[in-house]
């Protein structure tokens, strides 16, 4: 469980920098927008499979994908917390 909620904090992070670096760059000449590409692996998580170039920034859908990274990495956080809890309080009853 921890190494999903990593894994999804770091895809969630990726997306936030890819966005930002879009919308930033939106009105530089010869700027290629980029955008973070989900993979699921055989066990069914999700990764990150690769940042492509996809041409003119779209800040529309920019600014849709900052707000569902945002949303995803404090769910991501929210579950590590979690997590966190409930094994400190795992060891504290063997210990």
């Keep these: 469980m921890l190494s999903s ?8 992070s ?3 920098l890819a966005a930002g670096g879009n919308i930033a760059n939106a009105s530089t000449p010869g700027y290629v927008s ?3 590409d989900l993979a699921t692996t055989g066990a069914g998580d999700v ?5 492509t170039g996809t041409g003119e920034p779209d800040l529309l859908d920019d600014f849709v994908t900052l707000i569902q990274a945002r949303a995803a990495f404090k769910l991501n956080l929210g ?3 979690s997590q966190s809890e409930t094994l400190g309080t795992v ?3 063997i210990a």
Excluded at 5 to 12: F, N, W
Excluded at 47 to 51: A, D, L, Q, T
């Design 34 to 36: 980029r955008r973070v």
């Design 91 to 93: 060891l504290d009853l």
């Design 79 to 81: 579950a590590l917390k």
């Design 5 to 12: 909620s990593v894994s999804g904090l770091q895809t969630a």
């Design 14 to 16: 990726l997306q936030i």
């Design 47 to 51: 990764g990150v499979s690769g940042v």
